[in-house]
């Protein structure tokens, strides 16, 4: 299995607080992601990291920010969160952009739940 | 209308039996992924193509360009096969992967 490690894999937070969520990986791959999955929609991308402090948004990254200060590590923040972010997250990781030849890791997902 | 349509949404099905699940996709793609996600949420890829067809172990994925079309066959199925299926495709022109939302697969013994 790939060395990717999601944390917390569980968290209950109230409406209003900051949040993060922490993505570890060991096989020092340059691109790593965040998606959320929610009932009714595949999984979607939040923001996407292509090296060291480099970042870029994707397509649901309003209430979202993130940082990569570390190769290994790829921090997603919820500066106030909200019901409506309530979901799983996941992390992935990629040594290049998608293509037929580049298998994506996935982590184990995080539960977050937003009373 | 999403840019990924799986079908069918839930499937059944008995221990043994042969099982597909389909991908259609409405733009141009330079790649597309099936995934499993088991119950206990982890995602794993399973194959990833841009044309033909490939094989895992009773695992089959076909892609048809012309068609924008995708299937996923499983053979001589097993309950440990149940799992939700997700395919993926990397747009021609985008930098990221759209995913559908997945097929259930049910697997009794």
Redesign the interface.
């Known amino acids: 299995d790939a060395g990717i490690t999601q944390s917390p894999r569980h968290k209950v937070t109230e409406t209003g607080t900051p949040v993060t969520l922490r993505c570890h990986q060991t096989e020092n791959h340059r691109y790593m992601y965040w998606y959320r999955q929610d009932p ?6 939040i923001h ?1 990291s292509y090296g060291v402090k480099d970042t870029d948004k ?2 649901v990254s309003d209430g979202y920010s993130v940082s990569r200060s570390k190769t290994e590590d790829f921090l997603l923040t919820l500066e106030s969160a909200t019901s409506s972010q309530t979901s ?1 997250y ?1 992390c ?1 990781i990629s040594e290049s ?10 982590g ?2 995080t ?1 977050l739940t937003v009373v | 209308k999403n840019e990924v349509e799986q079908s069918p949404q839930n499937l059944t099905a008995q221990e043994g039996e042969f099982i597909t699940i389909n991908c259609s996709y409405s733009v141009g793609i330079s790649a597309l992924h099936w995934l499993q996600q088991h119950p206990g949420g982890g995602i794993v890829s399973l194959f990833m193509l841009s044309s033909g067809k490939k094989k895992h172990g009773r695992l089959i994925a076909t892609i048809n360009i012309q068609e924008k079309h995708s299937s996923l066959h499983i053979t001589a199925s097993h309950p440990r096969d149940s799992a939700v299926y997700i395919c993926a495709v990397k747009e021609t022109s985008g930098s990221r992967l759209t995913f559908g939302e997945g097929t259930q697969l049910t697997v009794n013994p």
């Open positions: 009714g929609h595949g999984l979607r991308l996407y994707g397509e799983v996941f992935a952009f998608f293509t037929e030849n580049t298998e994506a890791f996935f184990q997902g539960r």
